[in-house]
């Protein structure tokens, strides 16, 4: 599978976003999907995911509330929308995929062979 991310820009703390992830290979069955995020200096660390096929979505406690993790199955996407943004949301996005992940282990990095290209976020105070 091949990911291709895009949204990221500037924004004011309190204001919103969009990214999208745009999926494109040959299958979609047993798939997870992943936004990660890495910050200046620090660790990639999980946003949220979701199952391909539905189900629940996890999210990381530090954007519960404030992003939601959708798919756009024509447009075979998967957007993250990140309401009331804040300074230390300010990082590079990465879409992540996944075959056949355990869904406990949804929020490990190291099980996402797939990753797109990063898109930038800043949020500024």
């Known amino acids: 599978v091949q990911l291709q991310a895009s949204g990221g820009g500037s924004v004011q703390a309190g204001g919103s976003l969009r990214l999208s992830c745009a999926a494109s290979?040959?299958?979609?069955?047993?798939?997870?999907m992943g936004w990660f995020r890495q910050a200046p200096g620090k660790e990639r660390e999980f946003v949220a995911a979701?199952?391909?096929?539905?189900?629940?979505?996890r999210y990381a406690d530090s954007v519960k509330g404030r992003f939601t993790i959708s798919r756009d199955s024509a447009k075979k996407t998967v957007d993250l929308q990140m309401n009331n943004v804040k300074p230390e949301d300010t990082a590079v996005y990465y879409c992540?995929?996944?075959?056949?992940?355990?869904?406990?282990?949804?929020?490990?990095?190291?099980?996402?062979?797939?990753w797109g290209q990063g898109t930038l976020v800043t949020v500024s105070s």
């Open positions: 290979g040959s299958t979609f069955n047993d798939i997870t």
């Open positions: 992540a995929a996944s075959y056949r992940l355990i869904h406990g282990l949804i929020e490990d990095k190291d099980r996402y062979a797939y």
């Open positions: 979701r199952r391909w096929s539905g189900g629940s979505s």
